[in-house]
Nanobody, 124 residues
Framework: QVQLVESGGGLVQAGGSLRLSCAASGRTFSTYTMGWFRQPPGKEREFVAAASWNGGRTYYGESVKGRFSISRDNAKNTVSLQMNSLKPEDTAVYYC?????????????????WGQGTQVTVSS
């Protein structure tokens, strides 16, 4: 069993930056695909970013390309999301997720473990 805990959310102004982190505990997850999703108010959960087990491949949702960056440290069992040039439309609850295979999916139902979420609010 794997537990994921996000931190780093908060309120920021448009154009600002924020760094989210996710700490994993329980079963070793070094071979898992790790990712981030977000869910704006009243909308479906959407894919943000993912990183393969060794960090060699990264993937980003179209709306965050060039602004967000995912990284992971398997030795510390952590994954981070650096968010720059934030926009009001980035406002959402952000979730850390893990997928127990080498594949990367943008569909939430394909992911196996989820954190509790952390709120990110970007003001105009």
């Amino acid at each position: 069993q794997v537990q994921l805990v996000e931190s780093g959310g908060g309120l920021v102004q448009a154009g600002g930056s924020l760094r989210l982190s996710c700490a994993a505990s329980g079963r070793t997850f070094s071979t898992y695909t790790m990712g981030w999703f977000r869910q704006p108010p009243g909308k479906e959960r959407e894919f943000v970013a993912a990183a393969s087990w060794n960090g060699g491949r990264t993937y980003y949702g179209e709306s965050v390309k060039g602004r967000f960056s995912i990284s992971r440290d398997n030795a510390k069992n952590t994954v981070s999301l650096q968010m720059n040039s934030l926009k009001p439309e980035d406002t959402a609850v952000y979730y850390c997720a893990a997928q127990v295979d080498y594949s990367v999916s943008t569909y939430p139902h394909r992911w196996d473990y989820w954190g509790q979420g952390t709120q990110v609010t970007v003001s105009s």
